[in-house]
């Protein structure tokens, strides 16, 4: 008997472990029914991350480049100053996906905003301490029910939001966190 409550018990902390373990601790949304943000903490965790909802393979440290130069995720906050850590991108089953640790968030906002104002614009999926960024709709739409939340900074877009969906202010004024989706 002492022995079937010891296995039942350390089921039970697997289990546990592994909800948490790409989120659960994280930040929790105000008016989103007190659900958390997801967390990655490591490019690895925020691969098997997404591969939860759609594919994520072949894992570069170069983004793809465009059909007719440059590259595909170019209007991507980068770099320190602006709270980035490590980009990778990898390939979805449907066009290309950016992963982002970002060790600001603050920053990393305020880097959206200056990108908004510049006419560089990304739509940005955001966890706790790190962003996914998909090029492809398909792509988008396999992600809604992860519980990422877009980051926008855009005026336009934050005042057309539709009704019923969270909006929440960012960490930076201007700039908001929303699960609403455009595809």
């Known amino acids: 008997m002492r022995l079937s409550r010891t296995f039942t ?14 989120g659960g601790d994280g930040d929790t949304l105000a008016g989103s029914g007190g659900k958390s ?3 990655a903490k490591d490019v690895a965790a925020m691969e098997r991350f997404v591969n939860t ?3 994520c393979t072949d894992l570069e440290t170069y983004a793809p480049e465009r059909k007719y ?11 320190t100053e602006a709270g980035v850590k490590e980009k990778m991108y990898c390939d979805a089953e449907t066009g290309h996906i950016a992963l982002v640790a970002i060790s600001d968030m603050k920053k990393f906002q305020q880097a959206l905003k200056a990108n908004d104002a510049a006419e560089k614009q990304a739509v940005v999926l955001v966890g706790v301490d790190f962003a996914v960024v998909p090029n492809a709709g398909d792509t988008m739409r396999a992600l809604k029910p ?4 877009v980051a926008s900074c855009s005026a336009k877009f934050n005042s057309e939001l539709p009704s019923g969906y969270t909006k ?4 930076v004024e201007g700039c908001i966190l929303t699960d609403y989706f455009p595809t």
Not at 69 to 79: A, L, M, S, T, V
């Open 9 to 22: 018990a350390g089921a039970a902390l697997i289990a546990l472990a592994s909800l948490t373990a790409c």
């Open 69 to 79: 130069g440059g590259n595909e995720f170019e209007d991507i906050p980068k770099g």
């Open 53 to 55: 909802y759609t594919s």
């Open 37 to 39: 943000l997801p967390k």
């Open 146 to 149: 992860s519980g990422l939340l």
């Open 168 to 171: 929440t202010d960012g960490k």
